[in-house]
């Protein structure tokens, strides 16, 4: 130390009487031959006097004296001339192209919902009064602080992206001003100035020691002054800082309040001045006074003088440097290349890297700065921008894991700056190609999430601290960033990168795929609610995530079938305890299912699945794009275990089915909660809606006897079926008759649900117009309460405007206050009573509704189901279920109990079910027989509810059981529907019959076309006639497949249909 001081001195010798002006000494600095030595030592020189004053400066002396002594001599030593005069040129020929303005906390901000590539990109005020958007749909937001102005990023907008201020070419910003404003005298002196400030900014910044400087900069005697500084946090209360103060300094109580303003304001103060040991009892009396049992002591330092003014002035230089880097785009590239470059032989990583993974240990004030520095450095450059985000992926882990254990609010976390990198398309593209960024979210993620994980590496978050779940959710949102924007070119490269990232994202899933699974409570009440929210909570944040990836692995069909097969094997790894558990048989109606004994009612069950519900929703997309054909070539037959794939998501179906039935009533508020999410709007894509896909897959794949009768089985209602169930036990009765309910309900959406892009021949839009039709069937709703009942995407979006008034007309308020929409009378016929999104009360208000407005109107009460659209041809088989052998003798067995005045295992509510099943069967025969020749049609429920039953009961088919239904006077209600399926039964009995008559019409008017050389209308039919052949080829693939998934679990099959030697009475009634 002694030799620094010697040497300091000496030089002060060697240059005696240092320049007065400071031109004078910017032209000395010149002449010397080392920079950074020489702005040291001005540095160290002049600093510790300038900020003597902690305790109380006089602020504006203070900044004079910054100016005049340092600022103005490093302006003259860059330019050479008078920095007034050159920075006055500098700023007329405005050398932006972004406006990059830093919003502050509360400011507002306007984002295009027209034009913005994703709702992240933002525009501060004048910029959007001076842009295009202004007369978009837009929306406001108010700034958490830290965020900055989008406009002139051409990549943030889909048009308009600059306002007219920052339009190149406009009188602001002419071309040829562009970059005729910087010499190469002034490059060549930044050059050499800009990696001495930054150096000098980052290590007094991230300088540790508490009483000693730099070598450079300890250039004479040590003094004996020191500060006692406290540093805010987020735990203690205002008032307990206060008092805390009050004890430790003893002094007046606004004197506390000043101080504790300042802190929370700027992140840390000094308190109190003097010598060492003054100050450090100073901070020893603080920290007990703000300790107790619940919180950890205040964070206090002692720190002297010296070291404290050199950071305050590394910040003030941090300011200055970014008012002169905002005058040139030279300038921020020549500073962001002396922060990105690493020392020769330094293990260090490079100064902004040192600087991003400090400042979790930084104070708020300090952070502020210092990210302001890199936006308008790095984040006005895109060149520079990228090498930044490259730098922030690189320590990715690090700073995400020094998140977490920070107090402090995401907005002041370095960690809050992906969202400016990850939603760039470009560079998210980059980041996954070059550094597999994907990976390393989901890796982190990984890392930080173990202590959640139970003794089966399942997560249970029982007893979790929702603060650090929250940050957790920060990395999550990460992954929604990279992923917001679907790449448009695929190269190699990003298809390895992103199937690996896909591939770690499993491993999450798969820790979730089971996870905090339940047994229902017999006897007594469950004790302690468990905690349910945190893997709810995880569940809607990963909503959009899980549909990104499966959109994302849908842009290319390779890439599709890669990703099926890792998650299908992902699916199976879950499932080996399943396939080996013990088996049962279960037979009706000559049917057979061998099948794992499994009871939702006694064994372990759980409501999270992401991994399957992924699977169906790959397998969805597989069949938008017509690749399920291909899908043997990447899991075999014999792999594909399409039973093990629907178990999981049947049983949750069945425990919500038993809820509704009460019998988990013991387990509490939390498995209600847990299943009132399972349906809500807010998770239902990625929960509930799989679930019923995964169940189309399983009808589409399996024989359709054999799915019922697992349906049948894992509902628990087999016996129910089975045999007469003589009871007066009112409560068991209620039960079953609710569980063959919920059953019905679910066979009723498995047939008829097909409003899925990739299940039905539907788009995005008649989905969106089906939703809100369903909603305004219930009542007419103003606008808010639509959108909040429809599905968000990852842009916020509903997408409700672009259909509301293809469906509804507005009415405009009344006095009353909103205006609502109401359903246009031809949007009418779309009701389903049985919609899948309607809740219970939905359900009969808009029942209620519709039969009200029928009356009104003169008409009969029948609701039937609105004809469906076609299933793609993956799921074409669905329709199976309808006039198999099972649902003939579920449907038969219910009327014939209706109609049994011993028996009450049946309500009206089952009725109407059973008739909305029937009504479905002959839509779909009169659909299909009116598209094709009759002997084509191969689909003859007509045929099958027509026949006689011979049984136990008497012998009645099923038009009998109707007429005498509705000879039920109790059953009045249901008369004008049973009247409608008579007469649907007729209408396609005629079409049957008369089928000879329209063949020859129909050859008849191709002759007629032929005669008149209408070349349209031939053309016409040979389309219709090709695309007849390729749907009848298709069918035929998907038989083959259906086949083939029958013939390879044949052993299976075969074995159970030998031990059904003994058919029961009602055998050979649907055979
Ligand atoms: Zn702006
Ligand atoms: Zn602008
Ligand atoms: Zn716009």
């Excluded at 009487?17 to 004078?24: E, H, K, S």
């Excluded at 399957?612 to 899908?631: E, F, N």
């Excluded at 169940?695 to 589409?700: M, T």
């Excluded at 050389?1013 to 006639?1025: F, I, N, Q, S, T």
């Amino acid at each position: 130390m002694a030799d620094e001081e010697a040497r300091g001195v000496e030089r002060m010798e060697v240059s005696p009487g240092l320049p007065q002006t400071p031109q004078a000494l910017a032209a000395w600095w010149d002449q010397q031959v080392d920079f950074h030595t020489t702005f040291l030592h001005h540095l160290a020189l002049l600093v510790p006097e300038i900020y003597s004053a902690e305790m109380d400066p006089d602020l504006e002396k203070q900044e004079e004296s910054i100016q005049t002594s340092i600022f103005t001599p490093l302006e003259w030593y860059l330019f050479g001339e008078d920095p007034d005069i050159c920075l006055e040129k500098l700023k007329h020929s405005g050398a932006f192209q972004l406006c990059g303005k830093v919003f502050k906390s509360g400011e507002t901000t306007y984002s295009c919902r027209d034009c913005a590539i994703d709702p992240t990109c933002v525009l501060c005020m004048d910029c959007f009064q001076n842009s295009v958007h202004k007369n978009h749909r837009y929306k406001m937001h108010t700034s958490t602080g830290g965020g900055f102005c989008d406009c002139g990023d051409t990549e943030a907008w889909k048009t308009g992206p600059f306002c007219i201020s920052h339009e190149p070419g406009t009188a602001a910003t002419t071309k040829e001003n562009l970059r005729c404003s910087l010499n190469e005298e002034v490059i060549a002196q930044a050059r050499k100035m800009f990696p001495s400030v930054i150096k000098y900014i980052v290590e007094m910044t991230i300088w540790e020691e508490e009483k000693e400087l730099p070598s450079e900069l300890q250039i004479r005697e040590k003094n004996e002054r020191y500060y006692c500084v406290l540093f805010n946090d987020e735990h203690h209360s205002y008032d307990h800082v206060i008092y805390s103060l009050q004890r430790a300094l003893d002094c007046e109580l606004a004197e506390a309040q000043l101080h504790t303003t300042a802190i929370d304001k700027e992140g840390r103060r000094a308190v109190k001045a003097g010598a060492f040991a003054a100050c450090q009892e100073a901070k020893e009396d603080i920290k007990s006074h703000s300790e107790n049992v619940s919180q950890h002591p205040l964070h206090v330092e002692v720190l002297h003088s010296d070291v404290m003014a050199h950071q305050k002035f590394a910040l003030r230089l941090g300011s200055w440097m970014n008012k002169i880097m905002s005058y040139s785009s030279d300038f921020r590239q020549i500073f962001c290349q002396a922060c990105l470059r690493e020392e020769p032989g330094s293990e260090n990583p490079c100064l902004i890297s040192r600087l991003m993974l400090w400042d979790a240990k930084l104070y708020k004030g300090a952070r502020k700065i210092l990210h302001e520095l890199i936006f308008s450095s790095f984040f006005m450059e895109m060149e520079y921008k990228k090498f930044f985000a490259m730098e922030f992926v690189k320590y990715y882990k690090q700073l995400q894991k020094d998140y977490i254990s920070d107090d402090h609010d995401r907005s002041i976390s370095v960690t809050a700056l992906s969202v400016q990198m990850f939603t760039v398309p470009t560079l998210a593209r980059h980041l996954i190609e070059e550094q597999n960024v994907i990976s390393v979210i989901t890796e982190t993620l990984l890392e930080v999430l173990p202590e959640y994980l139970d003794r089966n590496n399942k997560f249970n978050f029982q007893g979790y601290s929702q603060d650090k779940l929250g940050r957790i959710y920060a990395v999550i949102c990460d992954l929604k960033y990279i992923l917001i924007s679907k790449p448009t070119v695929w190269t190699e490269r990003l298809k390895m990168q992103f199937l690996e990232g896909f591939r770690s994202f499993l491993k999450i899933l798969t820790c979730m795929q089971g996870m905090e699974e339940i047994r229902r409570q017999i006897g007594q009440h469950i004790e302690v609610d468990p905690d349910w929210e945190a893997a709810i909570a995880i569940q809607m944040q990963l909503k959009n995530i899980l549909l990104m990836f499966q959109e994302w692995c849908a842009c290319d069909e390779e890439l599709l079938l890669v990703a099926y097969k890792e998650c299908h094997k992902a699916v199976m790894r879950c499932s080996t305890s399943f396939m080996s558990s013990s088996k049962t048989v279960v037979q009706l109606c000559g049917h057979t299912l061998e099948t794992k004994s499994y009871r939702v009612s006694e064994d372990l069950v759980s409501i999270h699945l992401p991994l399957s519900r992924t699977l169906a929703g790959l397998h969805v997309r597989l069949s938008r794009l017509g690749g399920i054909a291909r899908l043997h070539e990447f899991v075999p037959f014999e792999d594909f275990q399409v039973e093990a794939l629907v178990e999981f998501p049947l049983r949750c179906l069945v425990l919500v089915a038993q809820v509704v039935a009460e019998m988990w009533r013991r387990n509490g508020l939390s498995l209600i909660s847990q299943v009132f999410y399972y349906q809500d709007v807010k998770c239902r894509e990625e929960m509930y809606d799989k679930d019923i896909i995964m169940l189309q897959i399983g009808a589409s794949l399996m024989d359709p006897n054999k799915f019922l009768l697992l349906i049948l089985q894992r509902y628990e209602l087999a016996d129910a079926f089975n045999k007469t169930i003589s009871t007066n036990d009112q409560d068991l009765i209620k039960q079953y008759n609710t569980l063959i309910e919920e059953m019905l309900q679910i066979l009723i959406y498995i047939v008829g649900e097909r409003y899925v892009p990739g299940v039905g021949n539907v788009t995005k839009e008649e989905v969106t117009m089906r939703e809100i039709i369903h909603l305004l069937c219930i009542e007419p709703m103003p606008h808010s309460a639509i959108a909040k009942n429809l599905p968000e995407n990852e842009n916020n979006e509903t997408g409700l405007e672009n259909v509301i008034n293809k469906v509804a007309t507005f009415k405009k308020p009344g006095v009353s206050g909103h205006g609502v929409y109401e359903l246009k009378d031809e949007s009418l016929k779309d009701f389903n009573m049985y919609f899948y999104h309607y809740s219970k009360t939905q359900h009969s208000k808009a029942e209620h509704m519709q039969k009200k407005k029928r009356k009104q109107e003169n008409k009969d009460e029948a609701l039937p189901p609105p004809p469906p659209p076609e299933f793609c041809p993956a799921f074409s088989k669905v329709i199976n279920l309808l006039n198999c052998d099972v649902m003939m003798y579920i449907l038969r067995t219910i009327f014939e109990r209706a109609l049994d005045t011993d028996s009450n295992l049946w309500t009206e509510g089952m009725l109407q079910m059973a008739f909305h099943i029937l009504a479905l069967g002959l839509l779909e025969e009169k659909q299909q027989l009116q598209k094709a020749p009759e002997e084509e049609v191969t689909f003859d429920f007509y045929h099958k509810a027509s026949r006689l039953g011979s049984s136990s009961m008497n012998a009645q088919n099923i038009q009998m059981l109707l007429e005498k239904l509705k000879g039920i006077p109790q059953l009045e209600g249901q008369k004008d529907m049973i009247t409608w399926i008579l007469q649907m039964f007729d209408t396609v009995k005629r079409l049957r019959e008369k089928s000879c008559l329209i063949i020859s019409t129909t050859s008849e008017s191709i002759r007629n076309d032929e005669i008149t050389h209408d070349k349209e209308k031939a053309e016409r039919k040979r389309k219709a006639e090709a695309a007849r052949l390729h749907r009848q080829k298709i069918m035929a693939q998907m038989s083959a497949l259906q086949k083939n998934f029958i013939e390879t679990h044949k052993l299976m099959y075969d074995s159970t249909s030998e031990m059904s030697g003994k058919e029961d009475s009602i055998m050979e009634e649907e055979r």
